[in-house]
């Protein structure tokens, strides 16, 4: 049973400690463990070309057109039985380069995508595409800050699961953490989590999310979009629709039977996601055969050039 640790933080400061701290929590329960700075690879920035998914789709395996260091870091991610991931808090949120992890896995790791192009490469003949990416995982996140400035960190986190479908077992904020390598009861949460997601690793079947529950019982995010004439509310991140109440003093979020199946992290909320990706893609594939598009396209291009640098 193997651990990944991975740090987006400076060399030897307080991520790549608390990776390890938690990496030593998980060696104590006998996992295999790995350690991998982000700031050490090259990780391009996602262009949203789709040219992963339209390999997905015909058949020939979803691979990434980019030549750097990602391919790398996901067959690692994928070769681990748990990860955890940790991340400085830059504007409320995680680092930049923890939501490049996040884009380029987009599509191509997307649970139900995988099942879909799966079967296309079998009817074809084609190139499957990672079976590891249908592989249940456990993942765990932490998310340090110098400040209060973190309402953003652990929806940013999660996202990074939310494709390929993985459980998140703890997903932790440590405000006021600029010496947090000699605060014991910080780190002492730190190893706890190693040895958690370890544990979650061991009998993944089972595995769970044993944190602190969030305002929505699914997903236990604290990130709503909420309408400013109705009680109406979407989840940042699982994206069920319902409604925003207070109950004894308590803020809740409500939804209905449906919404559980319609969730962004479940298969059956996928597969209608992929539903519509298919029939957007199709109408696009239409319209770009008119001449109002064609036209359009030359009047925007012809209008003025990027500026570049010299």
């Not at 800050?145 to 459980?167: F, N, Q």
Request: with cysteine; hydrophobic share 40%; net charge negative.
């Amino acid at each position: 049973m193997k651990v990944l640790g991975i740090s987006a933080g400076t060399k030897d400061g307080s991520n790549d400690s608390l990776v390890k701290e938690a990496l030593m929590g998980a060696l104590e329960t006998g996992a295999e463990i790995e350690f991998i700075r982000l700031f050490d690879l090259d990780i391009k920035h996602c262009t949203g070309c789709i040219a992963c998914v339209m390999s997905l789709m015909s058949g020939r395996g979803g691979k990434c057109v980019l030549k750097d260091d990602f391919e790398w870091l996901l067959d690692k991610m994928l070769d681990a039985d748990g990860i955890i991931l940790s991340s400085p808090i830059f504007e409320k949120g995680a680092a930049g380069i923890t939501h490049n992890i996040c884009d380029r896995f987009g599509p191509r790791t997307d649970r139900a995508h995988i099942v879909i192009s799966t079967k296309i490469a079998e009817e074809t003949g084609g190139a499957l595409p990672d079976q590891r990416l249908l592989k249940d995982k456990v993942i765990s996140f932490m998310g340090i800050g110098g400040s209060d400035w973190s309402t953003r960190v652990e929806c940013d986190h999660a996202m990074i699961a939310m494709s390929p479908m993985w459980t998140i077992v703890e997903n932790i904020v440590f405000q006021w953490s600029k010496t947090i390598i000699v605060e014991d009861e910080k780190i002492a949460k730190a190893n706890a989590l190693g040895r958690n997601l370890a544990e979650a690793a061991k009998d993944i079947e089972n595995a769970k999310y044993i944190g602190a529950p969030g305002v929505c019982p699914h997903c236990h995010s604290h990130e709503f979009y909420l309408s400013p004439n109705s009680t109406h509310a979407i989840c940042c991140l699982c994206g069920i629709e319902g409604d925003v109440a207070v109950e004894d003093g308590k803020t809740v979020f409500k939804f209905g039977e449906d919404g559980f199946g319609k969730a962004h992290n479940v298969l059956s909320g996928k597969f209608l996601h992929a539903d519509d990706i298919k029939h957007n893609e199709g109408r696009l594939i239409e319209v770009k055969k008119s001449e109002d598009y064609k036209n359009r396209v030359r009047k925007y291009r012809d209008f003025i050039q990027a500026t570049k640098p010299n």
